[in-house]
């Protein structure tokens, strides 16, 4: 029985078995053809510029360069061939790092043909595969896959290998305010907290809530039990301020109220919209008052 392969994740995976990227028939100028598997001077491997993550963490490269040193590159890194005895890197960029530390000349490479588009999509898929991804840095990468590969969410989950639901909530949390990202990156909250967050409408409420997860180290639950009482709180109604009466306005009130010997009220918005009212006592008062506005 063959061992166990290590997965790729099924959208990595489908885009590496693509036939569009997959030209093993001819060489295009140089002594290896795509789709083999060679043994590649590290100086003709550029890096790739579609590589989303900038940050490579120092300590966890040394680690592995020290792997590397004791077992060799067990997994071969993925090139795309640019031309004569010119390489691009397409996915191990971590490897190929710590194989220079290591002081390597040489790397074992699967050579690929691969245009600008599909080396974008590789690259962030295969950053998305990554086990130590915080949940903001997934959640980029699937905004990066929709708006620079222009695909549909439902096209995302495919090469992700993820259900809607998951991938939504994972998009979602780059509705939140700054802060609130910074802390999921910075992994002060989890994705659970954020989603449990992001359920509340006003932002210095959102705020307020990450201050109390912070400072009082609340679980998930305890963060989604505030969430649920909040939202059962009654919105306040709003109450509009008053509106001064223009000394004018009042005038000709007092002068109506005075024609027509009743009460009279007037109501004024902000917006300049309001009512008169003119009280009567009788049936007879009406009709006096009616024809007198009708006669002017």
């Known amino acids: 029985m063959n061992p166990k392969k290590k997965a790729l994740g099924r959208g990595l995976s489908a885009i590496l078995e693509s036939p569009e990227t997959d030209?093993?028939?001819?060489?295009?100028?140089?002594?290896?053809?795509?789709g083999a598997i060679a043994s590649l001077p590290i100086s003709q491997i550029e890096a790739n510029p579609f590589q989303p993550r900038e940050e490579f963490d120092t300590e966890a490269l040394n680690e592995l360069a020290e792997s590397i040193k004791e077992q060799g590159i067990i997994q071969p890194v993925t090139v795309r061939k640019m031309g004569y005895d010119k390489y691009q890197i397409i996915s191990g960029e971590r490897r190929l790092k710590a194989s220079k530390i290591v002081g390597l000349t040489e790397i074992p490479c699967f050579i690929r043909i691969a245009n600008d588009q599909q080396m974008l999509e590789m690259a962030l898929v295969e950053n998305i595969q990554r086990e130590n991804l915080n949940a903001l840095e997934v959640a980029i990468g699937y905004q990066r896959l929709i708006e620079e590969c222009e695909i549909t969410q439902e096209e995302l989950c495919q090469r992700?290998?993820?259900?809607?639901?998951?991938?939504?909530?994972y998009i979602r949390l780059l509705k939140l305010p700054a802060e609130i990202q910074v802390a999921v990156r910075d992994n002060n909250i989890s994705m659970g907290h954020a989603r449990a967050i992001i359920n509340i409408e006003d932002e210095q409420t959102q705020l307020t809530i990450l201050k109390n997860i912070v400072a009082k180290d609340l679980s998930v639950r305890e963060v989604e039990e505030i969430v649920r009482n909040l939202n059962k709180l009654p919105s306040e109604p709003k109450v509009r301020k008053p509106v001064e009466m223009p000394s004018e306005v009042e005038n000709y009130r007092d002068q109506v109220a005075s024609r027509f010997n009743t009460k009279v009220n007037v109501s004024l918005n902000d917006k300049g919209k309001g009512n008169i009212v003119i009280s009567f006592n009788s049936q007879k008062q009406l009709q006096n008052i009616l024809e007198e506005l009708i006669s002017r």
């Open 23 to 34: 030209i093993t028939s001819k060489d295009i100028s140089g002594n290896f053809v795509a």
């Open 160 to 169: 992700v290998g993820k259900n809607r639901t998951t991938v939504t909530n």
